[in-house]
């Protein structure tokens, strides 16, 4: 992938400095922002003869900075940063290369994605014709797992049916999966036990031919395709393994702080033994996933029994937010939106001009975990990715904030693609914090414009009336899967994250909304101070 228009920060040698800039503090009861270890002199380093982007608009651009402890200690001129100096500063001389702050992605998923290429590097799947390939060249003879497969990227708009996957996979199992829905094949449909008999589900759809035969595509009803799913459990080494070598790929892509978005006691476990072990390469805050599509009572007992709530750690490694998952996703048609699909979901291979998608916990229920998550010091957030659900989990805050204000707490939107003005303006008033991911709108816009429309499609990731509201949302990249930066479904390259908020610009060339696009250097009217 090449970044067209990508110049500027990009253009230059720049520099991301791992200690310019630490992880944003996970909000807790004590208020926002957290209080922050102030530098002591002298100076252990001087760079100087640099462009160091300092994002401070009292000195936007300087040519030198001091550190001490691991923060910035002063900014400026050579002459008046270099009085922090002492006999024992080490100079650095940056020959005019840019310095920028450490770069943080708010939502990555880097043990899986380390994991799905643990042996191999996985070709991307863009066409039929590229799945064809990756199954004739999957070594073994188990299952054939095809990771992040969506319909919205692949060529043809649409998934194969399991017969046209059968022409070519033969009795092997294969399973396309990204989440929530997936293919099988034939064989993968016996390994599940799904039949013409299988009643249709409560919590998703079996999709069938006219004769009533499953095609292959399962859309959400995760319970139906996990007896395939058990058989790719990862062991705590290889977990282990895995999230070492992501962390030093983004580090290497400059980035130096990241936010993972959904993390079981498995993977806390692998982030405590790289900590202990003085091998995190990236400081990190780790969200805790709750699994809330089971009995409230056994929801609420894992919340409570959690030992660790939000704010617990240190710099490199921290307890970030509660997290439950309210709807399923845009890119597979089960997003929970305010209105229904209609009739143009060819892409997502139902039809159903009354579907609205699929609300996973009911709205008494999630009141109850929100509350009770806050009353315990969480910081909470929750998977939504359609208009509805969004709307449904901003009653839910509401609720708690009538009773306790919830301002100091930073809650947050996770994905939340579809805000309009009333949303956007129930965010500020609760200072309810945005995590959307531009890649979506890049690789998925197009399609998702045939689905929804001129009009839905004017409240998709509109970043600048977010911003000139004063609610501070992220730009994270959701990584999900394969190590390079600029190939990984989603690319976690920040720059490119970066150029698509700036330019708009959808996979195909086209703009939807482009008075959403905003500029590389911008300050909010609100003075938030992170």
Known sequence: MTLPGSGGLAGHAALALALALAAVPAA??????????????????????????????????????????????????????????????????????????????????????????????????????????????????????????????????????????????????????????????SAALRLA????????????????????????????ARQLVAPLLHRRTASHSEMVKALARMQLAYSSAGLTSVGDRSQGPDGLRAYQELWRTGRLQVRTTVTRFVNAERPLADVLAEIR?????????????????????????????????????????AVYGYKDPDYRGELRIEPEALSEIVRTAASLGWQVTAH????????????????????????????????????????????????????????????????????????????????RSILDAGVVVSGGSDHMVKLDPREAVNPYDPFFGMWVAMTRITADGTVHNPEQRVSRIW???RDHDI
């Open 28 to 185: 807790s009861d004590q208020g926002w922002p957290p209080k922050r270890r102030v530098p002591r002199g002298p100076a252990e380093t001087l760079y100087y003869n640099g462009k160091i982007i300092t994002m401070w608009s009292d000195r936007p651009v300087v040519e030198s900075m001091t550190v001490a402890d691991g923060r910035i200690l002063n900014v400026g001129t050579t002459q008046l940063v270099g009085r922090n100096a002492g006999p024992r500063t080490h100079q650095v001389n940056l020959n005019g290369q840019t310095v920028i702050p450490g770069l943080i992605d708010s939502h990555v998923h880097p043990i899986s994605a380390a994991l799905a290429e643990a042996e191999s590097a996985i070709p991307a799947v863009r066409s039929f014709d590229d799945l064809r390939s990756f199954v004739r060249r999957a070594e073994g003879e188990g299952l054939v797992f095809v990771p992040k497969v969506y319909s919205t990227r692949l060529r043809e708009r649409r998934y194969p049916t399991r017969w046209e996957i059968d022409d070519y996979s033969g009795d092997r199992p294969v399973m396309l999966d990204n989440g929530y829905a997936a293919v099988l094949n």
């Open 193 to 220: 036990g799904i039949s013409s008999l299988t009643p249709d589900p409560e919590n998703g759809k079996l999709i069938r031919n006219e004769s009533g035969e499953p095609t292959g595509l399962v859309i959400g």
């Open 305 to 345: 029994g959690a030992a660790m709530v939000t704010g617990h750690g240190d710099d490199m490694l921290r307890m970030g937010p509660l997290k439950v998952a309210l709807d399923g996703g845009i890119l597979l048609g089960t997003a929970y939106l305010r209105t229904p699909y209609g009739p143009n979901t």
């Open 384 to 463: 939504t990715t359609g208009g509805g659900s969004t709307d449904i989990l901003l009653n839910a805050y509401a609720e708690l904030h009538r009773e306790s204000s919830i301002t100091t707490r930073r809650f947050t939107l996770t994905h939340a693609n579809f805000l309009h003005g009333e949303a956007i303006a129930r965010a500020a008033e609760m200072n309810v914090a945005v995590d959307m991911q531009p890649a979506w709108y890049h690789f998925d816009g197009t399609a998702l414009a045939g689905v929804l429309g001129p009009r839905r499609m004017a409240t998709l990731q509109p970043y």
């Open 523 to 525: 300050s909010s009217p």
